[in-house]
């Protein structure tokens, strides 16, 4: 009689625990950027059970009880706790920590992996100083990094100083995504004419030699533009810049996941310049890039990127020591004009096998051309 009133009290505690059980499953997302985030922790307070967002930001986890929190973690972002509540699906939005953390690094592996993890000198521009900075040159993110310096040549032109003199030489490599922008062995100080930056959502800079990885013209270092991805809720954002340099500029983004598994964005910028302190620095530029993630399953996805540029600009030449003292900023020598056309595509498929082995293929085609003539 014990034994059955004692396996009935054990039944009950069971099944008592069994209902009190909830289900929660949701995405958890950038609130500034809404853009997916994976490999968020997520764990209840009263239970060690332990889970992790997959590529699509996704995560399922049984808490304890509806009274049970969850804790939402990620390196770089304030963590969030909230009450578990009851069954269903949830969208979390985490914020950015007021200090930053670098928590993921691409360019030293090719992979995602954490900063902690690489022996390498890495730093990354993360998308709130993009965004606080409201940069019309790459050179005004380019110069808060340690160690880094970008001398600005007028009209898109400049020069590179990772731990080294000033050059224009090809010691760096600029990459997109991790894929070159130019080819092997090709290199001028027009290359960031390419990339559209307002369609950047990181940047990350690896200091000192990198050709085991990337080949001779990463032998002073490498920087890598990573480019925004959908928001997973509809987000569009207009934007106008100008200032009394004779500078405007006309911005853009619109994205979203159309589908649970298909996100599109389109982004980019009208620029053009009239008047400007230096003599011969007049342009227009137009600036678009169109990028659609479609995730396959939850450990692999196919990435498809396009990006336009197109600059016609007067090129000044260097102003000389009696000039800048009395602020005649003219130009002893000057192109008439310098039209610059590029377009490159990708096609990329990632797959995760686990946690330590990733693979990537991807397809691409670039084509660009210059024009100049000499006055």
Known sequence: MIKLLWLSSVLMLMVTSASAQQTISGRVVDANTKELLAGVTVHGTKTRAVVYSDQSGKFTINTASADDSLVFSYMGYAALQMKAGTNGSILIQLKPAVSELQRVIVTASRAQRSRTDEAVAISTISAKTIQETNPTRFGELMNKVPGVVMQDLGNEQHAMSIRQPMTKRPYFLYLEDGIPIAPVGNFNHNQLIEVNMLGVRSIEVLKG?????YGSNAVGGAVN??????????????????????YQRLEFYAGTFVTDKLGISVGGYMAKQRGGWQQ???????SLSFKTVYNLTDK??????????DL????GGSIDSAGFYTKQYLSNNNFSYRKVNATRARLTLDKEWNSKHQSSAS??????TIEVELS
């Open 209 to 213: 030699p990198a050709s085991s990885f």
């Open 300 to 309: 692999s996805k196919l990435t498809g990127y396009v990006t336009t540029n």
């Open 363 to 368: 397809v691409y085609y670039g084509k660009n």
């Open 225 to 246: 533009f990573i480019t925004q991805s959908p928001s997973f809720s509809p987000t569009a954002k207009v934007g106008l810049q100008a200032n009394n340099y004779g």
């Open 312 to 315: 016609n600009t007067q090129t």
């Open 280 to 286: 011969f620095s007049d342009f227009d530029k137009l």
